[in-house]
């Protein structure tokens, strides 16, 4: 039969109550890394919900032939690049 001392007993509580102790302070972290995030979420969605009452479909039409254009210019450029390394020898 195996008797526990006061020692021993003494220390077992307090490693548990140290593990305890720790899990507590992670929770903790975590709690708080949860709060900054749904902070940071709340932020965002009131950004989105302010651009999307400021715009209009006539600011989005303009959006969209701006970014039409923007690629066009890019292929372009993204042609010329080629023709320019053809032209060098590096393809």
């Not at 039969?1 to 305890?20: A, C, K």
């Not at 690629?71 to 080629?82: A, C, E, G, P, Y």
Request: proline share 1%.
């Amino acid at each position: 039969m195996h008797y526990l001392t006061v020692d021993s007993f003494h220390r077992d509580i307090r490693g548990t109550v140290l593990n305890q102790d720790a899990i507590i302070e992670r929770l903790r972290l975590k709690m708080s890394e949860l709060k900054s995030y749904r902070k940071k979420v709340h932020a965002d969605l009131a950004a989105k919900r302010e651009l999307s009452e400021s715009l209009r479909p006539v600011d989005i039409e303009t959006l969209k032939i701006e970014n039409e254009q923007l690629t066009r210019n890019i292929q372009l450029k993204i042609k010329h690049l080629n023709e320019v390394k053809t032209i060098s020898g590096k393809i």
